[in-house]
């Protein structure tokens, strides 16, 4: 059973396009994490939810929209593609917000904006 | 502005060796530290977390040290293996802010029989 799963693993679009990823978790964690990680394998935290409610936004555009319809879920959504965009967009949970607990990370979403 | 560097440069070692890698970080004192290895293609894995009270953590092979004066922590695996091979990250909680982990750049280390 896979802890925290995201889907698609691979997404390749156009440049204009909008595209969602989803992720979901089982592990009934209250923390839910969108990642983005560079080509210099730079990680860095987009937003977090913690049951459903928005934690942080780390000044991403507003182009990227994350929904979580329930605490298992939090889904990005992308609008206006830039070839900027493209990277590989992890999600994660934890079993609360602080940090003194351990994230699980799905398998990433490798984002290819042509 | 708070900064974490970890070696940009791959660390090569002969296997039965032990491996350390570095994690340094600057401008802040964060309450908690955290270790994870990346595989390629693959999310990170937790490893051990440490606390800023905590010197010294292990975990079978592993050994985590934390020195808040020196603003660093060292990450050790004895008897290294080929299947050690990864990316080793260092995370560490926000400045005044323990809801979110700031990563650093990652080592990357690489054990030849």
């Known amino acids: 059973d896979t802890a925290v799963s995201q889907t698609p693993k691979y997404l390749v679009t156009q440049m204009g396009n909008d595209k969602s990823i989803k992720c979901e978790q089982n592990?009934?964690?209250?923390?839910m994490y969108w990642y983005k990680q560079d080509s210099k394998k730079f990680l860095k935290i987009m937003f977090s939810?913690?049951?459903?409610?928005?934690?942080i936004n780390e000044t991403v555009p507003n182009r990227f929209s994350p929904k979580s319809p329930d605490k298992a879920h939090l889904n990005l959504h992308i609008n206006s593609l830039e070839l900027g965009d493209s990277a590989v967009y992890f999600c994660?949970?934890?079993?609360?917000?602080?940090?003194?607990?351990?994230?699980?990370f799905g398998q990433g979403t490798r984002l290819t904006v042509v | 502005s708070q900064k974490i560097e970890q070696n940009s440069e791959a660390l090569n070692i002969q296997e039965g060796k032990t491996a350390t890698l570095t994690c340094n970080y600057t401008?802040?004192?964060?309450?908690?530290l955290q270790w994870y290895r990346q595989d390629p293609g693959r999310g990170p894995v937790f490893l051990l977390l440490?606390?800023?009270?905590?010197k010294e953590k292990r975990k079978e092979r592993l050994k985590v040290t934390f020195d808040t004066t020196l603003k660093q922590s060292l990450f050790h695996i004895t008897a290294s293996q080929p299947a050690d091979s990864a990316t080793y990250l260092c995370?560490?909680?926000?400045?005044?802010?323990?809801?979110?982990?700031?990563f650093g750049t990652g080592t990357r280390l690489q054990v030849f029989p």
């Open positions: 994660a949970s934890s079993r609360h917000r602080d940090t003194n607990t351990e994230a699980f």
């Open positions: 592990l009934g964690h209250d923390t």
């Open positions: 939810y913690n049951n459903k409610e928005l934690i």
């Open positions: 401008n802040y004192s964060p309450a908690y």
């Open positions: 440490i606390r800023e009270n905590e």
């Open positions: 995370a560490l909680d926000g400045s005044y802010n323990t809801d979110k982990l700031i």
